[in-house]
């Protein structure tokens, strides 16, 4: 099983700031199968990227996504008051199989 | 619009089974490619997938679940169950159910439902 370990756990960042979030994965992940996730206190996750870089319909492109192989990233380059979330990187594997990471607190400082 | 809403019941008791329902609406699952997943999240942790039925009725399973998880459709009601059994204190989650678009080649789950609380308790 494929495990993808998000960094760092929290950031604190102030809006208007740009917020760079890592995930890492234990074996090679085709780009094609990595997405990322927003998830606010009582809400679904909701897709924001999915190929590694495309972004899902209606999100904004202060977000954007890269990276192959075991390292990707997300990144938002300028942080509005509604970013501040819980993120999650996600891959599918053969099978198939899925695996999410431990996420990331996105906080305001 | 897609929309999906999860039901099922709030509490359930130790040794019982879960039984769960996806209620879908604006896509149908009889579209080549289209799935639908369950996934589920404890209290302040993260995600876990759980199953997937696919348009073939093709099911898949959480390597660490799958004696316990069983998946079926009704594409005429626009209905995906999941049922698990023998439930433990542990497996107290908010539970999920997600579209797995066409197109996406099983790729990423968008949108997902509102979710569901579980709670395992005597």
């Known amino acids: 099983e494929i495990v993808l370990t998000q960094s760092p756990g929290t950031l604190s960042l102030s809006p208007g700031e740009r917020a760079t979030l890592s995930c890492r994965a234990s074996?090679?992940?085709?780009?094609?199968?990595l997405a990322w996730y927003q998830q606010k206190p009582g809400q679904a996750p909701r897709l924001l990227i999915y190929?590694?870089?495309s972004r899902a319909t209606g999100i904004p492109d202060r977000f954007s996504g890269s990276g192959s192989g075991t390292d990707f990233t997300l990144t938002i380059s300028r942080l509005e008051p509604e970013d501040f979330a819980v993120y999650y990187c996600?891959?599918?594997?053969?099978?198939?199989?899925?695996?999410f990471g431990q996420g990331t607190k996105l906080e305001i400082k | 619009q897609v929309t999906l809403r999860e039901s099922g019941p709030a509490l359930v008791k130790p040794t019982q089974t879960l039984t769960l329902t996806c209620t879908f609406s604006?896509?149908?699952?009889?579209?080549?490619?289209?799935?639908v997943s369950w996934i589920r999240q404890p209290p302040g942790k993260a995600l876990e997938w759980l199953a997937l039925?696919?348009?073939?009725?093709?099911?898949y399973y959480s390597t660490s679940l799958k004696t316990r998880l069983t998946i079926s459709k009704d594409t005429s009601k626009n209905q995906v169950v999941l049922t698990m059994t023998n439930m433990d204190p542990v497996d107290t989650a908010t539970y999920y159910c997600?579209?797995?678009?066409?197109?996406?080649?099983?790729?990423?789950?968008?949108?997902w439902g509102q979710g569901t609380l579980v709670t395992v308790s005597s």
């Open positions: 997600a579209r797995i678009p066409s197109g996406s080649y099983y790729g990423w789950f968008d949108p």
């Open positions: 604006g896509f149908s699952l009889s579209t080549s490619g289209m799935c």
């Open positions: 039925i696919d348009w073939d009725d093709d099911k």
């Open positions: 074996q090679s992940v085709s780009s094609s199968y």
């Open positions: 190929g590694a870089s």
């Open positions: 996600q891959q599918y594997g053969s099978s198939p199989q899925y695996t």
